[in-house]
Antibody, heavy 122, light 108 residues
Framework: EVQMLVSGGGLVQPGGSLRLSCATSGFSFISHDMSWVRQAPGKGLDWVASVSVSGVTTDYADSVKGRFTISIDRSKDTLFLQMSALTAEDTAMYFC???????????????WGQGTLVTVSS | EIVLTQSPGTLSLSPGERATLSCRASQSVISSYLAWYQQKPGQAPRLLIYATSGRATGIPDRFSGSGSGTDFTLTISRLEPEDFAVYYCQQYGSSPRTFGQGTKVEIK
């Protein structure tokens, strides 16, 4: 069974930093690209960042580029999102997602973690 | 960036009825790489449909997708009580990947 446990959210002041973790099990972590997707309260879904299976190639939404860093620890099957220079606009539930593996599923968010809430407020 | 516009915003239907949800893209979706997700309150989204019409693992056949180019549709043939939720389309043929704003299917 695929499991993705997200942690690290909380209340942080504007300009502050936070590191989210997504601990995975039940699938071959080294085979899948991984992503973070966020959802502001009462709003829709926004893709935030992605990392390739190798951990070498990363991609970011323009809204977080230069402030967020996505990474993986293959020894721990864990995905991370380091967030800095946070603003109120970053307040959201952050979900980690395992991407589809083959052909036409590549680029979809195939499985999701339960999410962690990040609140940026003074 | 491709903008996805979903309609209607809210769909009020009764169990057993047919639901038709629309997703229109601001430009053609490459390779018809259009997915649909279901989200219930307090839960993470769940992938239903990939590549316009492919059903994800474990998704019942009452869910079907169709379309091409800029116009896509998710159809739920007969609504079950557990189908009342918010549905999002997502395109993944172009970077950045984008989502529609969602359609809420509520009990009439």
């Amino acid at each position: 069974e695929v499991q993705m446990l997200v942690s690290g959210g909380g209340l942080v002041q504007p300009g502050g930093s936070l590191r989210l973790s997504c601990a995975t099990s039940g699938f071959s972590f080294i085979s899948h690209d991984m992503s973070w997707v966020r959802q502001a309260p009462g709003k829709g879904l926004d893709w935030v960042a992605s990392v390739s299976v190798s951990g070498v190639t990363t991609d970011y939404a323009d809204s977080v580029k230069g402030r967020f860093t996505i990474s993986i620890d293959r020894s721990k099957d864990t995905l991370f999102l380091q967030m800095s220079a946070l603003t109120a606009e970053d307040t959201a539930m952050y979900f980690c997602a395992k991407e589809g593996l083959l052909g036409a599923t590549t680029g979809t968010f195939w499985d999701w973690g339960q999410g962690t809430l990040v609140t940026v407020s003074s | 960036e491709i903008v996805l516009t979903q309609s209607p915003g809210t769909l009020s239907l009764s169990p057993g009825e047919r639901a038709t949800l629309s997703c229109r893209a601001s430009q053609s979706v490459i390779s018809s790489y259009l997915a649909w997700y279901q989200q219930k309150p307090g839960q993470a989204p769940r992938l239903l449909i990939y590549a316009t019409s492919g059903r994800a693992t474990g998704i019942p056949d009452r869910f079907s997708g169709s379309g091409s180019g800029t116009d896509f549709t998710l159809t739920i043939s007969r609504l079950e009580p557990e189908d009342f939720a918010v549905y999002y389309c997502q395109q993944y043929g172009s970077s950045p990947r984008t989502f529609g704003q969602g359609t809420k299917v509520e009990i009439k």
